[in-house]
């Protein structure tokens, strides 16, 4: 069955024991912090928080952070440098055995919403996206930045990295944009589709070049969900998983609860289970619910409980 995981940071918190009482036994980690003059990558860092998870009775699965990486996106001078520390991230995650890193390619900002206080069923709060409002944004910095520029700055990327997974024996897990229009800000997004995504791992072939399968970015920008589990499931390039769900378009779309999306998720969940997919997945971006701050929009607690049993159980039933 999927390896049903949590994002857990990477220091014992409230979580680390709720996610061992739902029966969770996976964790999605970050970069740990600097500690006793150990960078975040270093083989010692990687090394202590695997064994605080383990100590736990947790098992690190992804790395679902990464150092700098701006320039190597934009193509600007320091790039070799930055991509240097990457490479030593990869080979210490394959001496300690962490197996996937889950990375992108959006350049100067992550993934990036217009509201973080969109109401939803029973007036739990989410994230949402209206690309209308950001007409008159102002350009990054370092805008424009088209597309051509992008791909081909992927690609340089990719074939530094590919290889060092190969040696380390670590999957590379591309997440797609999100949000999947392009641009934003002055600023291109490549990664905006199924297809996309097969474009970026075709670049530099490689076993150990594969997707994180984010359903939510990909459910927005149009693609069939069930699918595309089984076109990149077929290929074996199915690496990692956002188990999540949105309604709307890639222009103007909202996140909803697991079950109140547009995707029909025991679908999903059975495409899964009929290739047999056996690796890391994870809820993402739930809802705010009654007496939760919102201080951490889409990563509160009480939203992570309703998707992980949500989930679980359908897992039960597709897998069965």
């Known amino acids: 069955m999927m390896k049903l995981a949590e994002m857990l940071g990477t220091h014992r918190t409230r979580l680390w024991a709720l996610a061992k ?23 010692v860092s990687l090394l202590l928080m695997k064994q605080r998870f383990e100590n736990a009775g947790l098992t690190v699965e992804v790395i679902e952070s990464r150092p700098p990486a701006n320039r190597i996106k934009l193509g600007l001078p320091g790039r070799d440098e930055e991509i240097a520390v990457i490479q030593e991230l990869i080979r210490n995650m394959g001496k300690v055995g962490i197996p996937v890193w889950c990375y992108d390619f959006m350049a ?12 939803t069923r029973g007036g739990a709060l989410v994230s949402s996206y209206d690309h209308s409002l ?16 992008l791909w081909d700055n992927l690609e340089y990327y990719l074939r530094a990295i590919v290889p060092v997974a190969e040696e380390a024996k670590v999957r590379l897990a591309l997440h797609p944009d999100d949000p999947p229009v392009s641009p934003i800000r002055g600023v291109s997004r490549i990664l905006t589709s199924a297809d996309a995504l097969q474009r970026a791992i075709d670049l530099v072939p490689s076993e150990y070049s594969g997707i994180t ?63 047999g997919f056996d690796g890391p997945a994870r809820p993402d971006h739930v809802p705010t619910m009654e007496g939760e701050s919102n201080e951490h929009p889409g990563y509160e607690t009480l939203g992570r409980l309703f998707g992980v049993g949500y989930i679980k159980g359908l897992m039960e039933a597709a897998y069965r």
């Open 108 to 119: 100067e900002f992550n993934w990036f919403r217009t509201s973080t206080t969109t109401l």
């Open 213 to 275: 399968l984010c359903q939510g970015t990909l459910a927005a920008a149009g693609d069939d969900i069930p699918a595309t589990i089984r076109r990149f499931a077929k290929q074996n390039k199915l690496f990692f998983v956002h188990f999540r769900d949105v309604r709307g378009t890639a222009e103007k779309f909202e996140e909803t609860f697991h079950d109140d999306g547009k995707t029909d998720m025991y679908e999903a969940m059975k495409a899964y289970a009929e290739f």
């Open 21 to 43: 009482q739902m029966g969770v036994d996976y964790a999605v980690a970050g970069l740990p912090r600097e500690e006793s003059g150990h960078k975040p990558w270093d083989f």
């Open 134 to 149: 950001m007409k008159d944004a102002p350009c990054t910095d370092n805008a424009p930045i088209s597309e051509e520029e």
